[in-house]
């Protein structure tokens, strides 16, 4: 059974920086896309980044964040910088994303907070 790991997210002041990682076993990574998605309380999940099989960058939300693989490794990566308060949020990685929208594997989430 495959299952997504992520890891990284803390408490983080303004202004500053985290590296989100997202492992994944089995063997579906190679051979999708992936994306990292965030859900703020009493928000819905949005779509932060994604990343096709091959490299190439799918979608990008903000010039401060940025998305990143390594498929040896079956590890995506999320490079956050400049955090606002408004970055806080349960952020999560999804295997299988699609244009028109996330696949069905989800990893448990990882918590940013980011403090004024």
């Known amino acids: 059974q495959d299952q997504l790991v992520e890891s990284g997210g803390g408490l983080v002041q303004a202004g500053g920086s985290l590296r989100l990682s997202c492992v994944v076993s089995?063997?579906?990574?190679?051979?999708?896309?992936v994306a990292w998605y965030r859900q703020a309380p009493g928000k819905q999940r949005e779509l932060v980044a994604a990343?096709?099989?091959?490299?190439n960058i799918e979608y990008v939300d903000s010039g401060r964040f940025t998305i990143s693989r390594d498929n040896a490794k079956n590890t995506v990566y999320l490079q956050m910088s400049s955090l606002k308060p408004e970055d806080t949020a349960v952020y999560y990685c999804?295997?299988?994303?699609?244009?028109w929208g996330p696949g069905s594997a989800w990893g448990q989430g990882t918590q940013v907070t980011v403090s004024s």
């Open positions: 089995g063997s579906i990574f190679s051979f999708n896309s």
């Open positions: 990343i096709s099989s091959g490299g």
């Open positions: 999804n295997v299988g994303w699609r244009r």
